[in-house]
């Protein structure tokens, strides 16, 4: 029998079933399988400069959209782990980004929010695809911090841009899971899957590994 991963088993015996995002009825759903894989012992995520543009004390807030976003919407989740996979709860998990201009909000929070993983560890945030601007590639960038541990700054991209070959800061295993919006009947289902739902635009998603036992 095929030696499962503890986070493979954790997802199929549903002990992460908070991982479900359910929606409205009208929504679609799309399965996205877990990026990057988590063994026991794993390496942590990569870390990656916050850059310029970081504000502390954003809101608490996970839908960052903004009335009359002209961007194309993105439902962005997965989990908060241990080094050998287990969830996190009630890590932070700080998001911001470009908006639909490639520009940053520096004097107020557009684009800027935090929150804390559930019980399960999982997390989501609604938002926009952001713009690019000069010299990079699309990305977002993030702080994830379980309570008293050492905080993770990151950066995560979109798989095949094309400015990702030309952005030197860019790394692989930073990549989302990216998936179209696809009706319920179009989906295969199989283990180690999380089913996320979108209403019309992507669905993504990104699990990050602490540096924590």
């Known amino acids: 029998m095929e030696q499962s991963t503890r986070r493979g088993f954790l997802l199929n015996s549903g002990t992460l079933a908070g991982l479900t995002l359910a929606g409205p009825r009208d929504l ?4 996205l399988t877990p990026t990057p894989a988590c063994h026991d012992g794993d390496e942590p995520t990569v870390r990656q400069t916050e850059g310029p ?18 961007a194309r919407p993105v439902e962005l989740s997965g989990l908060v782990l241990t080094r050998h996979c287990q969830p996190v709860a009630r890590a932070l998990v700080d998001l911001w ?27 989501r945030f609604r938002t926009i695809v952001p713009a690019l601007y000069v010299g990079r590639t699309r990305h977002y960038h993030v702080k994830v911090q379980a ?27 930073l990549v989302m899971r990216v998936a179209h919006a696809a009706p319920p009947s ?7 899957t999380a089913t996320l739902r979108v209403s019309d635009g992507l669905a993504g998603r990104f699990d990050f590994v602490l540096d924590m036992r």
Not at 159 to 171: A, I, S, V
């Open 147 to 173: 309570s008293g541990g050492r905080v993770l700054t990151t950066q995560l991209y979109f798989p095949d841009e094309p400015g990702n070959r030309r952005d030197g800061l860019f790394r692989r295993e």
């Open 97 to 123: 980004h470009a908006d639909e201009n490639g520009d940053y909000d520096n004097s107020g929070f557009r684009y800027r929010g935090h929150q804390f993983s559930d019980a399960n560890g999982v997390y």
């Open 28 to 31: 679609f759903a799309q399965e």
């Open 53 to 70: 543009f970081f504000k502390p004390t954003s809101p608490e807030r996970s839908d960052l959209r903004q009335p009359g976003a002209k």
């Open 186 to 192: 179009a989906l295969a289902r199989g283990p180690g």
